[in-house]
């Protein structure tokens, strides 16, 4: 069983159909559609050509673009952060924009703002960088809490409100922030509703010795980046996003993604446990790691494999516990608790 996206982004399965049908198209020539899997490898590929040794890392990012997701990827500076978000929107034929937050960045610098004409004696509108198909922000945290505010409409709703217009947003559209970690000067705690809004959190970590003598090598990834071409198009990141929509989840692990939800609100050390959007999330998310793995259904290893990158960040470890107790350190005992399903 595999998925197959055409070049204009319709999806067809290959060996049994989804329970939900594929998107309905044209019949095209064998030549012109490729594997789910091929598009995959093709973008990772192309990625690590900038950032070596990290391909799971990579791969956890483009699992959270084809769940329709927004990415946090944090870590301390020079580890490749805003790299991996330029080869990312790079490998894609698509709108990209980046935005460097700072503390005096306003709202208005991200939203847009309305410029009166004096020739038609009227306000037009000007379009700021969230409108395009992935946004990067740099280093997020060390703009004002108001101003990371201005991401929540965009990043939930697709859509953003200005002068009492609401305009939707473009498929594919993907928030990939980059931050410093928290105790570093000048920069500001994200708030926890801003937090449930990014599917997953990665940190990317110092590169193996092998990887960076090819750095080295290759004398830094921005070299690289100035040659990487796009290989998938936009239409084509549409298709892949549709068949992840229509990945199966079969009841039984509906019920284990339910239970993981409600053990860490039982947790004796987590203050604050999983909310309904989180369980969502996870669920996203566990479709695109099966899909990625030529699966048109999902399974309790899927789960498992983006569970802490999904979830860590949606929790609070009480303060008693915080000294010897991380988030990711409380989700692995989430995990542990909740009994596998088993097929019968």
């Not at 490998?91 to 991200?110: E, G, H, M, N, Y």
Request: aromatic share 4%; net charge negative.
């Amino acid at each position: 069983m595999g998925i197959e996206i055409a070049d204009d982004g319709i999806v067809r399965t290959s060996g049994e159909a989804l329970d939900t049908a594929a998107i309905d198209g044209p019949d095209l020539p064998p030549e012109s559609t490729r594997s789910f899997a091929e598009f995959f490898d093709a973008i990772t590929s192309n990625v690590s050509q900038v950032l070596h040794g990290k391909d799971e890392t990579i791969e956890l990012a483009l699992m959270c673009l084809l769940a329709e997701g927004h990415l946090l990827i944090e870590d301390v500076p020079g580890v490749g952060k805003t790299s991996l978000a330029k080869a990312i929107a790079a490998s894609i034929d698509c709108s990209w924009k980046r935005v460097q937050f700072t503390p005096d960045l306003l709202p208005a610098d991200l939203i847009g703002v309305s410029i009166y004409k004096r020739s038609t004696e009227s306000f037009r509108f000007e379009p700021g960088p969230l409108f395009a198909n992935i946004v990067l922000a740099d280093e997020i945290n060390r703009a004002s809490p108001k101003t990371q505010s201005a991401l929540l409409e965009a990043m939930e709703e697709r859509q953003i409100t200005a002068d009492g217009v609401s305009r939707p947003l473009e498929p594919p559209f993907m928030v990939i922030a980059t931050q410093n970690p928290i105790d570093q000067e000048g920069t500001y705690r994200l708030p926890e509703s801003q937090l449930d809004r990014f599917l997953l959190r990665i940190s990317i970590g110092y590169p193996a010795r092998g990887a960076e003598i090819q750095m080295l090598e290759a004398q830094g990834s921005l070299g690289a980046l100035r040659t990487l071409e796009p290989v998938v198009s936009a239409p084509e990141i549409r298709g892949m996003i549709a068949a992840v929509r229509d990945v199966h989840i079969a009841d039984a692990l509906k019920s284990y993604l339910v239970d993981i939800s409600e053990a860490s609100r039982r947790h004796p050390a987590i203050e604050l446990g999983l909310s309904p959007r989180a369980t969502l999330q996870l669920a996203a998310a566990s479709r695109a790691h099966a899909a990625a793995r030529g699966r048109n259904y999902a399974t309790p290893d899927d789960v498992k494999a983006v569970g802490v990158a999904a979830l860590s960040h949606r929790i609070m470890v009480r303060a008693d516990h915080g000294a010897h107790l991380s988030p990711p350190d409380a989700i692995a005992e989430v995990f542990e608790a909740v009994p596998v399903p088993v097929p019968k």
